[in-house]
């Protein structure tokens, strides 16, 4: 089984809201990916937590809030968005990396966001 | 800038033919390779992955890696109208194997 599940499906919020993105593996992953994805362009790394510690954070801005609770959960915590900031949502787990190679990355189904 | 090129597309070919994409990529260090195959609205699912030098064979799908010559293909034998889609190439090295280097994708059509 090579599933993982991200809610909402959808998600419009304006900007002064705060919500939540959700993500769950039960493949025994221990790293796990947010990206963000807009139209015609290729998923863009945010952040990557390797054994429920943040390892990567590619310079996102601050209203973007990540947070790993246990090695099956990832949220991401959304607060002051802009309308440019309106994309797919990606997460994605894989083994932990080895030191000689990379493990697959599988993608959720995605959320797609929406900021008015 | 360590950069994943593909033709954009797209590439249109008969059902039943032999589609062929096509990745090349600009650091030598590279060691993990992969296929994604995205529908539009829908996230990446990953079709192949690659580590060595040779042809990796899954079904209908071959990936062929050649490290010297820095590039990455993949043939979609008896291609589907369901095949159509846009397909990203992705490669790690070993300065960073949790961050994929994605290229821009190349766009399948496949007539029937």
């Known amino acids: 089984d090579t599933e993982v599940t991200q809610t909402p499906k959808h998600l419009v919020m304006g900007m002064t809201n705060k919500k939540s993105l959700k993500c769950e593996q039960h493949?025994?992953?221990?790293?796990m990916y947010w990206y963000k994805q807009k139209a015609k362009k290729p998923p863009e790394l945010m952040f990557v937590y390797s054994y429920e510690k943040l390892s990567i954070n590619e310079s996102v801005p601050s209203r973007f809030s990540p947070e790993c609770p246990n090695s099956s959960l990832l949220n991401l915590h959304l607060h002051a968005l802009q309308p440019e900031d309106s994309a797919l949502y990606l997460c994605?787990?894989?083994?932990?990396?080895?030191?000689?190679?990379?493990?697959?990355?599988?993608f959720g189904p995605g959320t797609r966001l929406t900021v008015t | 800038q360590k950069e994943v090129e593909q033709n954009s597309g797209p590439l249109s070919v008969p059902e039943g033919a032999i589609a062929s994409l096509n990745c090349t990529y600009s650091?030598?260090?590279?060691?993990?390779f992969f296929w994604y195959r995205q529908y539009s609205g829908k996230s990446p699912e990953l079709i192949m992955s690659?580590?060595s030098n040779g042809d990796k064979e899954d079904g209908r799908f071959t990936a062929q890696l050649n490290k010297a010559s820095q590039y990455v293909s993949l043939l979609i034998r008896d291609s589907q109208p369901s095949d159509s889609a846009t397909y990203l190439c992705a490669v790690t090295n070993a300065g960073n194997n949790r961050k994929l280097i994605w290229g821009l994708g190349t766009s399948l059509a496949v007539n029937p």
């Open positions: 690659i580590y």
């Open positions: 493949m025994g992953h221990r790293a």
């Open positions: 994605a787990s894989s083994l932990s990396p080895a030191r000689d190679r990379a493990h697959e990355q599988y």
């Open positions: 650091d030598r260090v590279s060691q993990s």
